[in-house]
């Protein structure tokens, strides 16, 4: 069984959500309801659900604000809303699905089941237990451990500009211009970060957008300047995703 919070700021679609979860989803138990974001992180704290279907537009704020006041969060997140503008940005914040009301049975139980598989899939992984050094909210706050070949660094997630792959290695770049190298391939890292806000550009590089500048367009290929300075290459696969978060960034 899977403990489910439903936070919406309307009462009766919160009612008829719950209603179809139970009906459509028997081993889904709703155990708590909110909403606004005050409440829903309450309701968030007080169960410590697997699961979370969230509103974008709640009151006192949005589905977005309640997140970032929970990450890093281990909860997966199903958006349930009217909105379809925010859908990018919804995915940013790693949701499972992005949910159209009146919400439809069918999408319902398919978004389920893809909660419950990447839970699943996730549960005996603890791996990266020891990466994450938590002292409060804040990303800036947020520390995360880098081991290199003769030392280990507890470096805050908000100074790092960009990683770069080569091979089975990773390289950070921070703000101060340090460059921190571990033996640790890039995609273990994306998945700690993009909650974050990075974003892989290419299959060699991730970036912090708190530190995107502008975007080029050039002759020998698409690059994102960073506010360091840097160019990162955007890949042709990316560009497209890459524009409508920029698009979206600020909803």
Request: hydrophobic share 40%; proline share 3%; aromatic share 10%.
């Amino acid at each position: 069984m899977l403990t489910a919070v439903v936070i919406d700021d309307n009462q009766e679609i919160i009612t008829k959500n719950c209603s179809l979860i139970k009906d459509h989803c028997p081993n889904i138990t709703i155990a708590g309801t909110a909403g606004s974001v005050a409440s829903g992180i309450k309701a968030i704290e007080q169960a410590s659900p697997d699961l979370v279907f969230l509103d974008v537009k709640i009151a006192d704020g949005d589905g977005f604000h309640l997140l970032e006041k929970l990450r890093p969060f281990t909860f997966k997140v199903i958006f349930v809303t009217g909105c379809t503008k925010s859908a990018i940005k919804a995915f940013r914040f790693s949701a499972v699905d992005y949910l159209l009301k009146p919400l439809n049975a069918t999408d319902l139980k398919e978004a389920v089941q893809k909660a419950e598989q990447s839970l699943i899939k996730e549960k005996p992984d603890t791996r990266f237990k020891h990466f994450f050094t938590t002292i409060g909210w804040s990303e800036n706050h947020q520390k995360l451990t880098l081991k290199t070949t003769d030392k280990i660094y507890s470096v805050n997630i908000g100074d790092i500009v960009n990683c770069q792959s080569e091979k089975n290695y990773t390289t950070f770049y921070l703000i101060n211009s340090q460059k921190l190298v571990v033996s640790t391939n890039l995609k273990e890292y994306e998945n700690l970060l993009t909650p974050f806000n990075f974003f892989r550009t290419h299959q060699s590089h991730l970036i912090n957008m708190a530190y995107f500048d502008y975007y080029l367009r050039a002759d020998g290929g698409n690059r994102v300047v960073m506010k360091n300075k840097s160019e990162i290459p955007l890949s042709v696969r990316k560009k497209e995703e890459f524009l409508l978060l920029l698009e979206n960034m600020h909803l």
